[in-house]
């Protein structure tokens, strides 16, 4: 008798509906258990490819080709493993489907990048092993400009083929959702940025520094030391200044002279054109070193400074400038020094002692040689520990490079030719001449004092969005000073030495700022009005470069905040927005809320 159901079918026809269904379900689990065991192939295989390429940047940087070669072979190998398994049957079919296969595309793409990045940079640099590592080129205070020029071809090549995979890297498409492959692509972009940068600078570097440091015969440069506890445009007032020399990439310095040397002198103006004397003419910025930087434009006050040095009698072929910060990271990198009376200077210690505890310990007017020495004595033996022989080239190179990027090493050359290709590195800190969105806060201390070593600062834009032809914007300027017993204070550290009694110093209560505060708008940008704490003031419109110029005046007492505010009307300019960073003693915070907008 044959098996009926409740229904009345035989068993066999119920069976033949379950099989077909059943066998659906078991090639979807097949499926998905295929394309979950090659998802977690790529994902691994992504990963060791960056640890093994981070490992092979290491080894590059030390010099070490044997570990360099291996780490990126093993980088490659996973790379290609990792671009197999996207492209994978599975993997395939999943990134076909639409919207929902989204982050499986993206997931082949990242592949594509890495293994493209592995295979053309990173396994050609290794191979160029020590030929471009920083303890081949850098040796016993000198840097080998012959081998440098002789490897630039081979690091341009590098840097075009890492601009390419950069591209690649930010064509990449945005995922509908799935936040670690969003994550993944955002790391990933933002990796091949930074190299990209990183081998374009160095191939200009490769280009410039061979005839800079004097492999076609000797250069000089006027080397510019700056106190940013007194705020200037171009990070602090020229404090002292020396002649560095380099010949055959080897150099050396003449003893350094404080800025009272230009003191006596009488300077032949020198004009930087009609905008320029305009906005800054009135100070005697070309005559008078302590307003001869007043600009955030490097090679403005580069020009300066070189105009005075021949006009005393220093012949030099252009001007580099540096910081205590910046001094105090290469001590990182070198260690610290002694001085003649066996004080010891740090990394941490190398900034509060020549930006505060100096003008504490020397405080009177009958001090200043004493100060003025003191400081040229510490700046005298961070330049020895540099010129001589640097136990780790990389710590000294890694130490310049970030205080290059937070703008306290700015170097500019008076051949044409040679500026030019500066002004495509972090070196030249100049003033963009494009219609790109910008708002650069530039910071002058008028009290002539060091207050400037108490200054907290936080900058803010936002502007609206890019439908119409141009939108509003506000930059918001909030200033703190931090200084909390000012009568504790000596006089060249919180007094009014930049004020004559006719002008109402004996007013001004002791440790406050007085500060010039100039915004560097977007090209064609309109003011509407300026805001200090709320209430409307007046600000002074000029230009530089191009871009509209608005100075408020603000009088901050000790331990008091204003938030300065320009509203603005702006073109709506297509690129990204920038926010230039003036270095000062203390960090900055900055907010950037500007959409991007097409061209």
């Given amino acids: 008798m044959?098996?009926?159901?409740?229904?009345?079918?035989?068993?066999?026809?119920?069976?033949?509906?379950?099989?077909?269904?059943?066998?659906?379900?078991?090639?979807?689990?097949?499926?998905?258990?295929?394309?979950?065991?090659?998802?977690?192939?790529?994902?691994?295989?992504?990963?060791?490819?960056?640890?093994?390429?981070?490992?092979?940047?290491?080894?590059?940087?030390?010099?070490?080709?044997?570990?360099?070669?291996?780490?990126?072979?093993?980088?490659?190998?996973?790379?290609?493993?990792?671009?197999?398994?996207?492209?994978?049957?599975?993997?395939?079919?999943?990134?076909?489907?639409?919207?929902?296969?989204?982050?499986?595309?993206?997931?082949?793409?990242?592949a594509d990048v890495v293994f493209n990045l592995a295979t053309d940079v990173l396994k050609p640099i290794a191979e160029a092993g020590t030929t471009v590592s920083p303890n081949h080129l850098l040796a016993d205070g000198r840097l080998d400009v012959v081998a440098l020029r002789n490897e630039e071809p081979t690091l341009r090549k590098f840097a075009t083929d890492a601009a390419r995979i950069d591209a690649e890297a930010q064509a990449i498409s945005e995922p509908g959702y799935l936040e670690a492959i969003v994550n993944a692509r955002s790391q990933l972009q933002a990796q091949t940025q930074d190299l990209s940068k990183l081998l374009t600078n160095t191939a200009l570097a490769a280009r410039l520094a061979p005839s800079m440091m004097g492999a076609d015969g000797?250069?000089?440069?006027?080397?510019?030391?700056?106190?940013?506890?007194?705020?200037?445009?171009?990070?602090?007032?020229?404090?002292?200044?020396?002649?560095?020399?380099?010949?055959?990439?080897?150099?050396?310095?003449d003893t350094l002279a404080p800025n009272t040397d230009f003191n006596n002198r009488q300077f032949t103006p020198l004009s930087l054109g009609p905008e320029f004397d305009n906005q800054y003419g009135f100070t005697n910025p070309s005559t008078d070193y302590r307003n001869t930087n007043q600009t955030s434009h490097f090679p403005y006050a580069a020009q300066i400074w070189r105009s005075m040095a021949q006009q005393a009698g220093l012949d030099v072929d252009g001007v580099m400038s540096i910081d205590p910060v910046a001094l105090s990271y290469i001590l990182g990198a070198t260690g610290p020094v002694v001085l003649p009376d066996g004080e010891t200077v740090t990394k941490d210690n190398a900034v509060e002692l020549t930006e505060s505890t100096v003008y504490i310990r020397y405080p009177g007017e009958k001090d200043q040689p004493a100060r003025k020495k003191y400081l040229q004595g510490i700046a005298a033996e961070v330049v020895k520990q540099v010129l001589g022989n640097v136990k780790s080239p990389r710590a000294l190179l890694e130490a310049l490079g970030r205080a290059v990027s937070e703008r306290r090493i700015a170097v500019w050359s008076s051949f044409p030719e040679e500026q030019a290709l500066l002004e495509q590195t972090p070196l030249a800190h100049t003033i963009p001449d494009d219609a790109a969105p910008y708002?650069?806060?530039?910071?002058?201390?008028?009290?002539?004092?060091?207050?400037?070593?108490?200054?907290d600062r936080r900058i803010e834009y936002v502007a609206d969005g890019c439908s119409g032809a141009t939108r509003r914007s506000t930059v918001t300027v909030r200033l703190k000073n931090n200084v909390t017993s000012p009568e504790s204070l000596p006089d060249n550290v919180a007094g009014r030495l930049g004020f004559s009694p006719k002008h109402g110093a004996d007013l001004i209560p002791k440790g406050t700022m007085f500060t010039s505060v100039r915004l560097l708008a977007t090209t064609g940008a309109k003011l509407?009005?300026?805001?200090?704490?709320?209430?409307?003031?007046?600000?002074?419109?000029?230009?530089?470069?191009?871009?509209?110029s608005f100075e408020a005046l603000l009088v901050i007492p000790a331990g008091q905040t204003d938030e300065l505010t320009f509203h603005l009307s702006e073109p709506t300019s297509p690129g990204a927005a920038r926010v230039p960073i003036q270095p000062l003693v203390g960090p900055v915070t900055t907010k950037v809320s500007v959409p991007q907008c097409a061209g």
Wanted: aromatic share 10%; charged share 20%.
């Fill in 2 to 110: 044959t098996e009926r159901s409740d229904d009345g079918q035989p068993w066999f026809k119920r069976r033949a509906v379950v099989w077909p269904s059943l066998g659906v379900l078991v090639l979807l689990l097949a499926f998905g258990c295929w394309l979950g065991f090659q998802a977690n192939a790529a994902k691994s295989n992504l990963e060791a490819a960056r640890n093994s390429a981070q490992q092979a940047k290491s080894a590059v940087l030390q010099g070490n080709t044997g570990d360099a070669s291996r780490f990126a072979l093993d980088a490659g190998a996973h790379a290609q493993a990792a671009r197999d398994a996207a492209h994978s049957l599975p993997w395939d079919i999943a990134a076909a489907v639409p919207w929902l296969g989204s982050p499986f595309e993206t997931g082949q793409q990242i």
């Fill in 528 to 548: 509407i009005d300026v805001m200090s704490n709320g209430s409307q003031i007046d600000a002074r419109a000029d230009s530089e470069r191009g871009h509209p």
């Fill in 439 to 455: 708002a650069g806060i530039v910071i002058n201390n008028l009290g002539g004092n060091k207050l400037d070593y108490y200054l």
């Fill in 218 to 253: 000797p250069r000089s440069y006027f080397m510019a030391f700056l106190t940013n506890a007194e705020a200037r445009g171009t990070g602090g007032l020229l404090g002292g200044f020396g002649v560095v020399r380099f010949d055959d990439g080897k150099p050396s310095i």
